[in-house]
C-alpha cells in the first residue's frame, strides 16, 4: 500500500518570493508520483507527473518537482509565485501495477499575498 | 470536449433519504472513480471502476454502492443519507495508456446532509 504525506496544512508567501510545497510517500513498491492543484470551486487540475528517467520534471504555470527515491520525497517549487497561485495543491502516488489508482495527500494551501 | 461532467453541483438531503450522483464522460477512459474530500484528509477513494461491469471498493465505501453498466457513465448511489457522508464528491476517469496517465475530475458534486 501507498500513503503521502504533505508536511505543510498552509503555506503563506508574498507575491514574486520562491516557494516549496513539500511532500514525502511511503510504498513498498515503485511508484508513479503527481501533483494536482485545486482552484477555489474547482476540480483537480494535474501540475506535473513522474513516470521515470529525469528525476527533474516541469510542468505547467512554471512549476517544478524533484523525485528523490533515497529520501522518498517528491517536493513542489516555483521560483516566483503570483496571486494567481493561490489554490489547494495535492501531491499524489499510485503503484506502478495499479497506476490508475491514486491515494492523496491531505493537501496545502498556498497563500499569495500581494 | 466536456471531459468529465458530475450532476448536480449542490444537494441537500435530510438523513435517512437516497439519492444518486451522476458522473459522465466522453473520453472513452477505462478507469473512473469516486473520492470524497473532507478539510484536512485529502481525497479519499470511495469506489473505482476497470470498465464497464467491473467495480470494486476503495478506502471508504460504507454506506455508498457503485455500477457500471456504460464506458461513458459511474453513478454513485447514497443508500440512506448520513450527516457524516457531508462532503464534496469528485469522479475521474483516465485511460489504461501508461506513458499518458492522468486522471481527470469533475467539478464536485457539494453535499450535505442535515
Known amino acids: 500500500a501507498q500513503s503521502v504525506t504533505q508536511l505543510d496544512s498552509q503555506v503563506p508567501v508574498f507575491e514574486e518570493a520562491p516557494v516549496e510545497l513539500r511532500c514525502n510517500y511511503s510504498?513498498?513498491?515503485?511508484?508513479?508520483l503527481f501533483w494536482y492543484v485545486q482552484y477555489p470551486n474547482q476540480g483537480l487540475q494535474l501540475l506535473l507527473k513522474?513516470?521515470?528517467?529525469?528525476?527533474l520534471v516541469k510542468g505547467i504555470n512554471g512549476f517544478e518537482a524533484e523525485f528523490n527515491k533515497s529520501q522518498t520525497s517528491f517536493h513542489l517549487r516555483k521560483p516566483s509565485v503570483h496571486i494567481s497561485d493561490t489554490a489547494e495543491y495535492f501531491c499524489?502516488?499510485?503503484?506502478?501495477?495499479?497506476?490508475?489508482?491514486?491515494?492523496f495527500g491531505a493537501g496545502t494551501r498556498l497563500a499569495v499575498h500581494p | 470536449n466536456a471531459g468529465v461532467t458530475q450532476t448536480p453541483k449542490f444537494q441537500v438531503l435530510k438523513t435517512g433519504q437516497s439519492m444518486t450522483l451522476q458522473c459522465a464522460q466522453d473520453?472513452?477512459?477505462?478507469?473512473m472513480s469516486w473520492y470524497r474530500q473532507d478539510p484536512g484528509m485529502g481525497l479519499r477513494l470511495i469506489h473505482y471502476?476497470?470498465?464497464?461491469?467491473?467495480?470494486d471498493q476503495g478506502e471508504v465505501p460504507n454506506g455508498y454502492n457503485v455500477s457500471r453498466s456504460t464506458t461513458e457513465d459511474f453513478p454513485l448511489r447514497l443508500l440512506s443519507a448520513a450527516p457524516s457522508q457531508t462532503s464534496v464528491y469528485f469522479c475521474?476517469?483516465?485511460?489504461?495508456?501508461?506513458?499518458?496517465?492522468?486522471?481527470?475530475f469533475g467539478q464536485g458534486t457539494r453535499l450535505t446532509v442535515v
Open positions: 471502476s476497470v470498465g464497464a461491469g467491473i467495480t
Open positions: 475521474a476517469s483516465s485511460s489504461f495508456d501508461r506513458a499518458n496517465t492522468e486522471a481527470f
Open positions: 513522474y513516470l521515470s528517467g529525469s528525476t
Open positions: 510504498s513498498s513498491v515503485s511508484v508513479y
Open positions: 499524489a502516488v499510485s503503484s506502478r501495477y495499479g497506476y490508475n489508482k491514486l491515494i
Open positions: 473520453m472513452n477512459h477505462e478507469y
